[in-house]
């Protein structure tokens, strides 16, 4: 049976294994666990991380010098790349609608 959630950083600390998984992370630093897969598939993780798999797995001992360090994810740059490349394509959309109508 899989073992619960860390809500805590000295749970992190107790803990007795070399990773932690994504949701661990994202309790602390007060994200979206699916934010910290993003950054690091997109090479924005700044913590040693490994895929197992498409499972995200976070250096213990790193996330912990990390927090203790006062670091912070770039994960809301993450969300603004996205939301940016989102808006690029709708632009593109209504783009291609407004020559298609010059056009009629």
């Keep these: 049976m899989a073992r619960p959630y860390a809500q805590s950083l000295e749970e992190i600390k ?10 661990d992370a994202a309790v602390i ?4 666990p699916y934010l910290l897969n993003l950054a690091a598939k997109e090479g924005k993780l700044t913590i040693k991380h490994f895929f ?3 499972r995200l797995h976070i250096s213990r001992m790193d996330f912990i ?3 203790e360090s006062g670091g912070t994810m770039p994960v809301e740059n993450v969300v603004q ?3 940016m490349e989102r808006d690029i394509q709708e632009m593109k959309r209504l783009l ?3 020559l298609s ?3 009629a």
Excluded: K, Q, S, Y
């Design 65 to 67: 010098r990390f927090v």
């Design 101 to 103: 109508m010059e056009g």
């Design 96 to 98: 291609e609608t407004l």
């Design 14 to 23: 107790a803990l007795d294994c070399a990773t932690i998984r994504p949701h």
């Design 29 to 32: 630093l007060r994200c979206d």
């Design 52 to 54: 197992a798999g498409n």
């Design 81 to 83: 790349m996205r939301r």
